[in-house]
């Protein structure tokens, strides 16, 4: 009997991480490395802010660990994204030594200053609105540099989702979501369809790949589905993209004179709902991956 693979997946004691893990225990020994456990396998601390990771014995690594989130320009959170993001990544790529390295990016990392109807990865990568999204293509461009596999998936959501979900129902005021533009149509990824890519692809050929469920969504009548599943009733308004935009620049220039304060409302926070964003995946359902989930399932099985 042969033994079964060692996987090392960081960010596990996250959302994307910790579906990574769980799914992989079902077939490998998995080593969950980060500050905190994960939620399967054994647990090798690691502070990717400020140390080289212990990798050994793993024949894979999967690294999900990041600073996310949208932190107000000049930050101390924006700093420590770079130490995390560019500086671990690095980190992580020297303990690897040349195993094979499956890099969980961003689709943040494209340029929002292009048509984004329909996106390749040859799209440019540049441009981006954040410290997020900036660090998520500096800490690829390294992975990519050492012939990792580099997985773009756009807002995932799942069970267990931190991010998303608590950020769309802090929008709602008094029943009603105000969105930037009229209705467009984006790319969501299933956090299972993410998994399966991510436990899929050491064996893909090094490059980036983007990841999304099989079919973009309507954002309005979605965001009101999710909303509703989860027990919030809304009617969905809109105002013009160009003042949410400068709204949001107002927003960031007051936080960049109050440093440690949030940003109410950010560019980046406009654009993730303002254009139509659709991830081509054609060239990971080429490796033979592909997306199994959809909302529909999500919202199925969501008990309010
Ligand atoms: N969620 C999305 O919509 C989305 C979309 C596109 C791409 N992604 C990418 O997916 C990956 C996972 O995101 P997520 O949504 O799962 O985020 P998450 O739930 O916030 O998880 C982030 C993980 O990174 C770990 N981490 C953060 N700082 C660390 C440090 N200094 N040292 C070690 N580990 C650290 C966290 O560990 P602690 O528990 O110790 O904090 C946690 O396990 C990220 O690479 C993100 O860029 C996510």
Request: aromatic fraction near 4%.
């Given at each position: 009997m042969t033994a079964p693979p060692r996987i090392a997946v960081t960010g596990a004691s996250g959302f994307c991480g910790g579906h990574?893990?769980?799914?992989?225990?079902?077939?490998?020994?998995?080593?969950?490395?980060?500050?905190?456990?994960?939620?399967?396998?054994?647990?090798?601390?690691?502070?990717?802010?400020?140390?080289?990771?212990d990798l050994a014995g793993a024949d894979i690594v999967i690294h999900c660990a990041a600073a996310v989130g949208d932190p107000a320009p000049g930050s101390r959170a924006e700093a420590l994204m770079r130490a995390v993001n560019?500086?671990?990544?690095?980190?992580?790529?020297?303990?690897?030594?040349?195993?094979?390295?499956?890099w969980v990016s961003s689709a943040s990392v494209y340029?929002?200053?292009?048509e984004r109807s329909l996106v390749r990865e040859d799209h440019p990568v540049a441009g981006q609105l954040n410290a997020y999204g900036r660090t998520k293509a500096a800490g690829e461009r390294?992975?990519?540099?050492?012939?990792?596999?580099?997985?773009?998936?756009?807002?995932?959501?799942?069970?267990?989702?931190?991010?998303?979900?608590?950020?769309?129902?802090?929008?709602?005021?008094?029943?009603?979501?105000?969105?930037?533009?009229?209705?467009v149509r984006l790319s969501l990824t299933a956090v299972e369809n993410l998994a399966d890519a991510a436990l899929a692809a050491a064996g893909w050929p090094p490059g980036a790949y983007n990841i999304a469920d099989g079919e973009a969504y309507a954002r309005d009548a979605t965001l009101r589905r999710v909303l509703r599943a989860h027990g919030t009733r809304v009617t969905v308004h809109h105002m013009p993209s160009g003042a949410a935009r400068f709204a949001a620049l107002a927003a960031e220039t007051a936080a960049r004179l109050?440093?440690?304060?949030?940003?109410?409302?950010?560019?980046?926070?406009?654009?993730?709902?303002?254009?139509?964003?659709?991830?081509?995946?054609?060239?990971?359902?080429?490796?033979?991956?592909?997306?199994?989930?959809?909302?529909?399932?999500?919202?199925?099985?969501?008990?309010?």
């Open positions: 990574v893990a769980t799914a992989a225990a079902a077939f490998a020994d998995v080593v969950c490395v980060g500050r905190r456990p994960g939620p399967a396998g054994r647990h090798v601390p690691w502070d990717a802010a400020r140390q080289v990771p560019v500086d671990g990544t690095a980190r992580l790529l020297e303990a690897a030594g040349g195993r094979p390295v499956v340029d929002p200053r292009r390294l992975a990519l540099d050492a012939g990792a596999v580099v997985l773009r998936p756009r807002a995932v959501y799942g069970p267990g989702d931190p991010h998303l979900l608590p950020r769309l129902r802090a929008r709602v005021r008094a029943g009603r979501l105000l969105l930037p533009g009229p209705d109050r440093p440690g304060s949030e940003v109410a409302l950010s560019r980046y926070a406009v654009d993730q709902l303002a254009h139509p964003v659709v991830l081509d995946i054609t060239k990971a359902r080429a490796c033979g991956w592909a997306p199994r989930r959809t909302l529909e399932d999500f919202l199925a099985a969501v008990r309010p």
